[in-house]
């Protein structure tokens, strides 16, 4: 289930500016991102990034901080970055889109990830988000809760 779409922006404000009167868009308070990543690889990082995302659904509008030489670079010409959706196993999601022929390109890949990316020929990534991994604010885009419900207990 695709829950969110997202563009990599060289400066949040101008992005969300720009997308916000385009679409009529209102925004979720910015959230700084710092934490422990991997490229490809398995060369950790450290990825520092702001991101936000629209008020509006059912599908959530991301936009965040490109951060060059990481998996948060969009494809050379575009802003846009990736889809994410929902699964309920990262390495079992990583088996199958390999079988696809997608490549893991960057985020661990282990029982407890929360997200890992994955890109093929087509310059796009693809984000398998681990359904049991809370994201705090974003509790409606979980597969099965309706609008204006909270998320099950599972999700801390």
Not at 76 to 83: D, I
Not at 108 to 126: K, M, N
Request: hydrophobic share 40%.
């Amino acid at each position: 289930m695709i829950w969110h779409i997202a563009f990599a922006v060289p400066n949040l404000e101008e992005g969300m500016d720009q997308f916000g009167k385009a679409l009529n868009l209102t925004w979720n308070p910015i959230k700084s991102f710092e934490g422990e990543n991997a490229h490809a690889g398995g060369e950790p990082f450290t990825l520092r990034t702001r991101l936000v995302f629209a008020t509006a659904g059912p599908c959530a509008l991301e936009l965040f901080e490109s951060v060059p030489d990481t998996p948060n670079e969009p494809a050379k010409g575009t802003v846009f970055h990736h889809m994410g959706y929902w699964t309920d196993n990262v390495v079992t999601e990583q088996q199958r889109l390999e079988q696809c022929g997608w490549f893991h390109a960057g985020g661990p890949v282990s029982d407890d990830s929360r997200a890992a990316f994955f890109s093929s020929s087509l310059g796009i990534f693809f984000e398998a988000c681990n359904v049991s991994a809370q994201r705090k604010g974003l509790e409606k885009y979980y597969p099965g809760v309706a609008p204006g419900m909270k998320q099950p207990d599972k999700l801390g």
